[in-house]
């Protein structure tokens, strides 16, 4: 008798698999199913509330669109010369800074870009990065992206393929220990750039970054000047080179509080590219 109950009872639960629903039926067969609290939370609904985006993080959004990636990104490509522009979506620029970060000068670069709610690259030095891992924090913070330039400047062209991947490897493992992740951009110093160092950045999952506009500023020829070679070269999809390091910068300070809002009054979008759309 107990036996044919127990059919029984399977039966139904079986027959009301279709209403139950698979979670459903494999909850009334658990042990102790019939003891449950009545009060206890569906196994499915609403996603949890994600926690309100600050108003920078509404309005620092990248380049090419809001959210995540659409695409897993694959494998890094090997280029044979570097990217000068990004893509043009309307009037948007790039601004970038080589060879910090430089107590000195990048903390007033960093607050210049945060008054105007800006993003911009860094492509950093590894030494430099090593003792000022804070400032590498703070731009990862603040939305910037931070990118490789070696570890200590050198002209790539003149050394062998084991130097050239420690000088790249060494700068994005303290990239990655300052602020969680590694850098997915790269810059050769001085602009030097060799099949190897294409190679080997690929490798390490970075994409080659050059330049549209030259500020020239490290040859410190005044802050006007600097000012007048971007305000002369802005145009859709420019990249401009700057520097927050490697030498006296207070020009270059001086003039991106000059010619940021004049970018951003004359309709520029500026911000910083997504390497999946790249």
Request: glycine share 8%.
């Amino acid at each position: 008798m107990q036996k044919d109950q127990l059919l029984t009872r399977r039966r139904a639960l079986f027959a009301g698999a279709a209403t139950l629903g698979a979670a459903g039926l494999a909850a009334a067969l658990a042990p102790g199913a019939a003891n449950r609290s009545a009060s206890a939370p569906p196994a499915a609904g609403a996603p949890p509330a994600r926690r309100p985006l600050r108003p920078s993080e509404y309005r620092l959004r990248p380049l090419t669109g809001y959210g995540p990636p659409r695409t897993v990104p694959g494998r890094t490509p090997v280029r044979k010369e570097p990217l000068l522009r990004v893509p043009d979506h309307g009037r948007t620029m790039v601004l970038t800074f080589d060879d910090g970060p430089d107590p000195r000068y990048t903390p007033d670069i960093l607050d210049t870009l945060a008054r105007y709610e800006v993003r911009a690259m860094f492509f950093v030095c590894g030494e430099m990065a090593d003792y000022n891992q804070d400032l590498v924090a703070r731009m990862a913070d603040e939305g910037h992206v931070v990118g490789n330039h070696t570890w200590t400047h050198p002209l790539l062209t003149g050394l062998r393929r084991g130097r050239i991947r420690s000088e790249m490897e060494r700068t994005s493992d303290v990239v990655e220990k300052a602020c969680g992740t590694r850098p997915e951009w790269f810059r050769a110093p001085y602009g030097a750039w060799n099949r190897a160092a294409f190679q080997l950045g690929a490798e390490l999952g970075m994409e080659p970054l050059a330049w549209t506009v030259d500020t020239l500023d490290w040859t410190e020829p005044g802050t006007r000047t600097i000012v007048a070679r971007v305000e002369d070269g802005a145009a859709p999809g420019v990249v401009v080179l700057s520097h927050d390091a490697g030498g006296e910068r207070s020009q270059t300070v001086r003039a991106l509080r000059s010619y940021l809002p004049h970018l951003l009054d004359s309709g520029y979008h500026v911000t910083v590219p997504r390497r999946e759309y790249v």
